[in-house]
Protein backbone atom coordinates (compact mmCIF):
# COMPACT_ATOMS: atom_id res chain seq x y z
CA UNK A 1 0.00 0.00 0.00
CA UNK A 2 1.40 3.17 -1.10
CA UNK A 3 1.00 5.76 1.68
CA UNK A 4 1.73 9.81 1.97
CA UNK A 5 4.27 11.67 0.02
CA UNK A 6 6.98 10.45 -2.38
CA UNK A 7 7.28 6.46 -2.41
CA UNK A 8 6.69 5.46 1.13
CA UNK A 9 4.77 2.00 1.25
CA UNK A 10 3.36 -0.21 4.03
CA UNK A 11 4.98 -3.23 4.09
CA UNK A 12 2.79 -6.75 5.32
CA UNK A 13 3.40 -8.64 8.60
CA UNK A 14 5.14 -11.05 6.39
CA UNK A 15 7.38 -8.84 5.17
CA UNK A 16 8.13 -7.17 8.25
CA UNK A 17 8.94 -10.69 10.03
CA UNK A 18 10.91 -11.27 6.98
CA UNK A 19 13.15 -8.18 7.41
CA UNK A 20 13.38 -8.91 10.98
CA UNK A 21 14.57 -12.87 10.49
CA UNK A 22 17.66 -10.72 8.34
CA UNK A 23 18.83 -8.71 10.85
CA UNK A 24 20.21 -9.25 14.31
CA UNK A 25 20.59 -5.84 15.50
CA UNK A 26 17.54 -4.06 16.79
CA UNK A 27 16.65 -1.33 19.92
CA UNK A 28 14.11 -1.82 22.66
CA UNK A 29 12.48 0.78 24.01
CA UNK A 30 11.03 0.41 27.57
CA UNK A 31 9.47 2.63 29.76
CA UNK A 32 9.40 2.76 34.00
CA UNK A 33 9.14 5.23 36.54
CA UNK A 34 7.44 7.85 33.87
CA UNK A 35 11.19 7.59 31.73
CA UNK A 36 11.55 6.06 28.59
CA UNK A 37 15.07 4.26 27.73
CA UNK A 38 16.17 3.04 24.38
CA UNK A 39 18.91 0.06 24.59
CA UNK A 40 20.44 -1.83 21.59
CA UNK A 41 20.33 -5.42 21.43
CA UNK A 42 21.09 -8.16 19.39
CA UNK A 43 18.00 -10.31 19.16
CA UNK A 44 16.55 -13.92 17.06
CA UNK A 45 13.42 -14.47 16.07
CA UNK A 46 11.41 -17.57 16.69
CA UNK A 47 8.69 -19.02 13.95
CA UNK A 48 7.95 -15.29 12.98
CA UNK A 49 6.01 -15.32 16.53
CA UNK A 50 8.45 -13.72 18.70
CA UNK A 51 11.53 -11.50 19.09
CA UNK A 52 14.09 -12.98 22.05
CA UNK A 53 17.24 -11.54 23.06
CA UNK A 54 19.51 -12.29 26.21
CA UNK A 55 20.38 -9.75 29.40
CA UNK A 56 21.87 -9.46 32.89
CA UNK A 57 20.65 -7.81 35.61
CA UNK A 58 20.39 -4.57 35.08
CA UNK A 59 18.16 -1.40 33.94
CA UNK A 60 16.94 -2.90 31.18
CA UNK A 61 15.94 -5.73 33.54
CA UNK A 62 14.17 -4.18 35.86
CA UNK A 63 12.30 -1.75 33.67
CA UNK A 64 10.84 -5.00 32.00
CA UNK A 65 10.12 -6.14 34.81
CA UNK A 66 7.89 -2.95 36.20
CA UNK A 67 6.53 -2.52 32.81
CA UNK A 68 6.33 -5.24 30.60
CA UNK A 69 5.10 -2.83 27.57
CA UNK A 70 7.81 -2.61 25.05
CA UNK A 71 8.71 -1.10 21.33
CA UNK A 72 11.26 -2.86 19.44
CA UNK A 73 12.90 -1.33 16.41
CA UNK A 74 14.79 -2.24 13.47
CA UNK A 75 15.88 -0.52 10.40
CA UNK A 76 18.27 -0.46 7.51
CA UNK A 77 19.32 1.66 4.37
CA UNK A 78 20.63 1.31 0.71
CA UNK A 79 20.86 2.94 -2.06
CA UNK A 80 17.79 3.56 -3.49
CA UNK A 81 15.62 2.72 -0.46
CA UNK A 82 14.83 2.99 3.25
CA UNK A 83 12.97 0.49 6.07
CA UNK A 84 11.66 0.65 9.41
CA UNK A 85 10.01 -2.01 11.61
CA UNK A 86 8.47 -2.00 14.85
CA UNK A 87 7.11 -4.81 17.02
CA UNK A 88 4.59 -3.44 19.66
CA UNK A 89 4.28 -6.11 22.37
CA UNK A 90 4.70 -7.07 25.61
CA UNK A 91 8.12 -8.19 27.39
CA UNK A 92 8.63 -11.09 29.54
CA UNK A 93 11.45 -13.28 31.11
CA UNK A 94 11.82 -16.67 29.86
CA UNK A 95 11.57 -19.27 32.63
CA UNK A 96 10.45 -22.56 31.77
CA UNK A 97 13.70 -24.71 31.11
CA UNK A 98 11.79 -26.10 27.88
CA UNK A 99 11.10 -22.80 26.59
CA UNK A 100 14.72 -21.61 27.41
CA UNK A 101 16.17 -25.06 25.68
CA UNK A 102 13.94 -23.14 22.38
CA UNK A 103 15.86 -20.03 22.83
CA UNK A 104 19.28 -21.68 23.34
CA UNK A 105 18.59 -23.27 20.15
CA UNK A 106 18.00 -19.60 18.29
CA UNK A 107 21.75 -19.44 18.02
CA UNK A 108 21.80 -16.01 19.63
CA UNK A 109 24.99 -14.81 21.87
CA UNK A 110 26.53 -11.65 23.07
CA UNK A 111 27.65 -9.70 20.81
CA UNK A 112 30.66 -8.24 23.47
CA UNK A 113 32.00 -10.48 26.83
CA UNK A 114 29.71 -10.15 28.87
CA UNK A 115 27.52 -13.26 30.77
CA UNK A 116 23.43 -12.71 29.65
CA UNK A 117 22.12 -15.29 30.53
CA UNK A 118 18.45 -13.81 31.10
CA UNK A 119 16.32 -14.68 28.42
CA UNK A 120 13.85 -12.52 27.36
CA UNK A 121 10.91 -13.11 24.86
CA UNK A 122 8.75 -10.38 22.93
CA UNK A 123 5.34 -11.26 21.99
CA UNK A 124 4.37 -8.94 19.39
CA UNK A 125 0.75 -6.95 19.91
CA UNK A 126 1.56 -5.60 16.71
CA UNK A 127 3.70 -5.11 13.87
CA UNK A 128 4.07 -2.57 11.20
CA UNK A 129 6.84 -1.67 8.46
CA UNK A 130 7.18 1.13 5.91
CA UNK A 131 9.69 1.38 2.96
CA UNK A 132 10.81 4.56 1.99
CA UNK A 133 12.24 5.32 -1.73
CA UNK A 134 15.14 7.91 -1.51
CA UNK A 135 15.77 10.11 -3.84
CA UNK A 136 16.70 14.65 -3.64
CA UNK A 137 14.29 16.60 -1.66
CA UNK A 138 11.46 18.43 -4.29
CA UNK A 139 11.43 21.34 -5.16
CA UNK A 140 9.62 24.30 -3.55
CA UNK A 141 7.08 26.02 -5.53
Not at 12 to 25: G, I, K, P, V, Y
Not at 38 to 43: E, K, L, V
Not at 53 to 73: S, W, Y
Not at 90 to 114: C, F, Y
Request: charged share 25%; aromatic share 8%.
Amino acid sequence: MVMGFGGITELTADECWQLLRSHNLGRIAASAAGLVDIFPINYAVHDSLSVYFRTAPGTKLLELAINDRVAFEIDGSDHAEAWSVVVKGRAERVERQSEMDVAEHLGLSPWIPSLKYRWVRIRPTEIAGRRFALGPEPARV
